[in-house]
């Protein structure tokens, strides 16, 4: 028999500082797949950054290319996102005095109240790393660009490796 297997899903995105985005909210984000476009330098990139910081920390690379935030705004923001065990807000603040290792303040807040932390964040995540969720469920441009260069059967391949995971 196959049980169901519940998925956490990302249902609001509050941006109080992090690259061009300063005071940005995203309420009522559909279950389904959701692809965000527009412009060139449009912020597009920014917020698929500000997702994975969201989930796996302020890296020296987002704190080098996002902070601090162009417009003002505190280092970082919150997701309400739904899964095993109900709703939960996740929020990761960052300071911009803290050294490049911090990955930032995490607090995980479930619906009853109650503060956690990352043991819950991974577990809403399923354990799934920086990478798998890089190559599954947060694509970006740079990675369909790669798709476009290549014959039939390398790019058969590539999209194999992008589903499993496999760098």
């Known amino acids: 028999s196959f049980r169901r297997i ?10 109080d500082g992090f690259g061009v985005w300063s005071g940005l909210s ?15 330098e449009a912020g597009k990139t920014t917020l698929m950054h500000f ?8 890296t020296e690379h987002r704190r080098m290319r996002y902070m601090p935030p162009v417009y003002g705004g505190k280092p970082g923001g919150a997701i309400r996102v739904t899964g095993p065990g109900g709703g939960y807000e ?15 303040q995490l607090t995980v ?3 009853d109240g109650l503060s956690q932390g990352q043991h819950r964040l991974a577990m809403l995540l399923g354990q799934v790393d920086e990478s798998i969720f ?3 469920f947060a694509i970006g441009l740079r990675e369909l ?3 476009s260069t290549l014959d039939d ?7 194999y490796k992008l589903s499993s995971g496999l760098d």
């Open 26 to 40: 995203v309420h009522s984000m559909p279950d389904t797949m959701t692809v965000f476009y527009g412009p060139n």
């Open 109 to 111: 807040t479930g619906s």
């Open 90 to 104: 996740i929020c990761r603040r960052a300071q911009l005095d803290q050294g490049a290792s911090s990955g930032g």
């Open 6 to 15: 519940r998925k956490m899903r990302i249902k609001d995105v509050q941006i």
């Open 153 to 159: 059967t390398a790019a058969a391949d590539e999209l």
């Open 145 to 147: 660009q790669e798709l």
């Open 51 to 58: 997702l994975r910081t969201m989930f796996y920390g302020f």
């Open 134 to 136: 890089t190559n599954v």
